[in-house]
């Protein structure tokens, strides 16, 4: 890890107030430029530099062979990363939204997660699959999904979903060095958020959460744009005297188990936010291991506040589906009253 | 009247076409291994010792002709599971290959990255796109190694081929897509599965040259894969290939041919034996005699049967590379239940 002291260097100041599509950017400019093995590739990544704009000018810095425009063919794209991963590359595609990542599924799943294993650790299988993801933006079918629990399922897939654009880049760079395939989920609502961003690399092993605000009363485990909401929440419970610690996931697999154990031995209550339907969510899997790690130290059952079982629903009714600051501080309240 | 009329391999005498005797008689060679081992895995599976097999009998000629036609120290095929004589032809330790037949490992048990030829893949369409990326990533590097993607005519149905043909034919990849249409999708006969009535017409489509070869002569298989190959090393980009051949047995050891074919058509495709034209080619050439035949086929059967008693006798991978093959860098959720595991074992 020595050698990427000087890695900030291209991107002038070590601080700046970046976007979390601007973070990303930096991010993919970094590994490209430190790793000549990295490629990234996808639909309209090249010329147009993305429909988010988050490979913008890689490609007229780094060549049409290390940052290409692919034909629209979402399991081919996949397919070729775990091909190119096979003779030594480090691929980093991007599947422009979410929703299209289905028609990969199998290459996912069947392919990149387990050609490590089928091969008995013979095939290296570093790939970063970048997925703009959630919802939150009231775009068109298949535009807004939330697919971590799908991933965080399947063995041999690592799953990131960061909330902020510090993290967007640690967590990128971190994926890509990274020697297993993983998922990363950008929430492309919060892309435009501007933030100061330390152009650092990462300090925390893959897996570890972070507390975003400390708070006493109970903890609100969020991942990806659900973690701006909660912190909305916190703020509106403070007015209140209620203090609401927040904990940003960021990591969908591994779980910080240990993390989350942490943060409710303190709080001895807490509520998971996510925007996947309630059922066999990832919040279950939250749910479940605070229970298994913490059980000691809660004072009521843990809470659920999470998109309803069905459909993303269209625009208008996006706002409803979604956790609102409303239905997640009425949980907090359950909890506190149990 | 048969209700299936096959595309046929013209059936025509092998031109040996000024082929060196020695590479022919390799080909005979390997073809007369891979058949015997052949029987030796399906009786193997009929002793209950591998739980299922796909015999590749009748494809000889269009896996033998073809592995021999690529350079082993470059070149890298990327098989589904009916491959095993592309294997055997490249080198790959056949007790490992033949391990995954028996169930011990999905991939098997040899080394796919040494041996250049991938891991095992019962999902028939998804190993394509790799050999395309694999393609890719050798011409982004600037070397001189081909691809070479095996699939049936099955297959050739999945959206996953079509997808890895229009990239290839878009990025001008080095990459040969070598179909074996053995005329059965397991129940299912051509017309039934390839609209247009041939694959390699699909070819035009995504921009590379398509072309039908005998698949049950190994020599025109050799020589149009070589062909291929050549023009994919050279820059020219991909190409397909559909061998018209034939599956003799059944698609596996669990289905009754009977139940969807008629035996006629087994008897037309019997006569145009791989191993039969070949040999009969060599000795009207004057390219080897009844002593070598007898010999090479004895050699065969020996060499068989030590492998089939390689894989019998194979132990089963130890219950810790469950867990360790997984990841490079393993999570600590699978850590806590590797040593929940093993405590168990201990206990047990």
Redesign the interface.
Known sequence: MTELATAGEHTGSPTAELSMQQAINRALERVLEEDRST?VFGEDVGRLGGVFRVTDGLQRRFGE?RVFD??L?E??I????????????R?IPELQFDGFAY?AV??IV??MA???????????MPITLRLPSFGGIQAPEHHGESLESLFAHV??L?VAAPSNPADAYRLLVQSVR???PVVYMEPKARYWERRPVELTESTDP??VSRVVRPGRHATLVAWGAMVHRCLQVAELAAEDGVDLEVLDLRWL???D??GLAESVARTRRAVVVHEAPLTAGLGAEVSSLIQEHAFRDLAAPVQRVTGFDVPYPAGPLEPQYLPTIDRILMAVQRTLEF | MPTHEPAAADGAAVDLGGAPPERLRGLYRDMAVARALDGEAVALQRQGVFPAYVSLHGQEAAQVGSAAALDRELDFAFPTYREMAVALTMGVDMVGYMASHRALWHGGLYDPMASRFGPVNAVVGGPVPHAVGWALGERLRGGRGCAIAYFGDGASSEGDIHEAMNFAGVFGAPVVFFCQNNQWALSVPNEAQVAGGSIAARATGYGMPGATVDGNDAVAVHRAVSGALERARSGGGPSLIEALTYRIGPHSTSDDPGRYRGPEEERYWRGRDPIARLRAALEEAGHADSAFFDETDALARERAARIRDGVSAAPAPDGAEMFTRVYREPTEALRRQQRAWHEEAELS
């Open positions: 490629l062979k692919t034909p063919a399991s081919g996949i397919g070729l990363a775990v091909g190119l991963a096979m003779n030594g590359w691929p028609p199998d290459q069947n392919q387990r050609m490590h294993y089928r091969t008995r650790g013979a095939a290296p063995p041999g690592k990274a020697d297993d893959i897996g697999k591994p779980i188990a240990d």
